[in-house]
């Protein structure tokens, strides 16, 4: 019955232009082939690689996590030509400096499967189309990633010198 549905034609998504944190496109080497990131951050990531953000300050939600699937949608649907980009080219990286307890959770409880493959790397699995990774820098390995662990207001020392030294 029509009583109990509310019908909104064209309704916008946005009050800003969708936006993209961070595109990383690989490019090819000599050979035509796709170069290999070969760190614990880069390994997941193919052709087309979609990057998310959060400040140190900020959690990161399930909002979060959906937005940036989307974005990866979006940036894929949008293309010129039809399947010019194509699913298996893609990849979603969600950084943040804290462990996302809740999204985790909220993840979990849908039925997807969260797996620490590196110190501070979450790899996302399930009914996903494309390969997601949650980096909680924070956790990461400071012999390895001191560059992105210099990116928090808590900084330890440590980190800053290795980051210089580097």
Known sequence: SSEYLEIIQ??????????????????TDKDN????????????????NIIEYKSPEDCMTIDDFCKTLAYALLYKGLSKRVNQIQLEELTVSLFCQRYPKKMFKMLKAQGYCIKEIYSGIYYITGNIPIPMQVVVISRLSP?????????SNKAKKDDIKRFIHE
């Open 10 to 27: 064209e309704y916008g998504l946005s009050k800003e232009p969708l936006r993209i944190d961070l595109l990383i496109v690989k490019k």
């Open 33 to 48: 082939k796709l170069v290999d990131i070969k760190n614990e951050i880069g390994h997941i990531m193919r052709k087309y």
């Open 143 to 151: 012999e390895k990633h001191s560059s992105l662990r210099v990116l």
